[in-house]
């Protein structure tokens, strides 16, 4: 008895298309998962503050992120893209001793202190600047 491939070959023509399909889809899947995963922790996150106003908040801004990261609107940025971003914000100083304080805490240099929960943090960075030329020493006190 003789058989025909015929049939085979009309089925992996039908499947080929679909397991491409498959295939491109799998980045955007998983890409989702990941997306779903941050905002139940975000989710979490926010169910744990203390006023229901900041809860509130909390879950519209974690429901937002959501809603972008599904759009591909959230990216994590690479740190070249964190640098520039950085160089871009401190360039709006004139003083170049200034700008370039700015760049150097922006690339982590200083030291930090507070906390986001406190309130705030504090950066800072301890320039030593030469004394002008013809400047003289400043006199002691009585």
């Known amino acids: 008895m003789h058989t025909s491939a015929l049939p085979h ?27 779903e995963a941050t905002y ?7 169910m744990a503050a203390g006023a229901p106003q900041s809860r509130s908040d909390c879950l519209r801004e974690a429901g937002a992120a959501r809603a972008e990261a599904g759009r591909g609107g959230l990216k994590t940025p690479t ?8 160089k871009r914000r401190c360039a709006v100083h004139t003083d170049p001793l200034v700008r370039t304080s700015c760049e150097r805490m922006a690339a982590g240099e200083g030291s930090v202190s507070g906390s986001v929960d406190g309130g705030g943090t504090l ?11 013809g400047a003289s020493a400043p006199k002691p006190a009585n």
Do not use: F, G, H
């Open 123 to 133: 950066k800072s960075l301890t320039v030593t600047v030469p004394a002008a030329a």
């Open 40 to 46: 139940r922790d975000d989710r979490a996150a926010c």
């Open 79 to 86: 740190p070249q893209a964190l640098a520039e971003n950085a």
């Open 9 to 35: 070959r009309l089925l992996a023509a039908l499947l080929q298309p679909l397991l491409l399909a498959l295939l491109l889809a799998m980045p955007a899947l998983a890409a989702s998962a990941a997306a």
